[in-house]
């Protein structure tokens, strides 16, 4: 069993940072696409980044384009979520998910691609 546990949301002022972290237990993520997801009050969860299987690539929403970074360190089975420049509209609870299947990338922005999540973590950005 996939146990995703995400950890580092808080709140935080508008332009400030955080680091969300994701590590998995009962799996090695190196051969799954990982990904983050947002979901506001009264919004349905969105994409927000993933990283490649491969490692090489990753993927971003347009709205954190330029702002968030995803990376991974699979020695520690760990994903982060870097999220600079915030802004009152990145609050939310965000989750982090591994893909269903090892080796793809296929429909890395749907959550229907993503077999496990974490309990989520709140960030709040403060105008």
């Known amino acids: 069993q996939v146990q995703l546990v995400e950890s580092g949301g808080g709140l935080v002022q508008a332009g400030g940072s955080l680091r969300l972290s994701c590590t998995a237990s009962g799996r090695t993520v190196s051969s799954y696409l990982m990904g983050w997801f947002r979901q506001a009050p009264g919004k349905e969860r969105e994409f927000v980044a993933a990283s490649s299987w491969s490692r090489s690539l990753t993927y971003y929403a347009d709205s954190v384009k330029g702002r968030f970074t995803i990376s991974r360190d699979n020695a520690k089975n760990t994903v982060y979520l870097q999220m600079n420049s915030l802004k009152p509209e990145d609050t939310a609870v965000y989750y982090c998910?591994?893909?269903?299947?090892?080796?793809?990338?296929?429909?890395?922005?749907?959550?229907?691609?993503?077999?496990?999540w974490g309990q989520g973590t709140q960030v709040t950005v403060s105008s």
């Open positions: 998910a591994a893909a269903a299947h090892a080796y793809t990338d296929s429909g890395y922005s749907s959550s229907n691609s993503y077999g496990y």
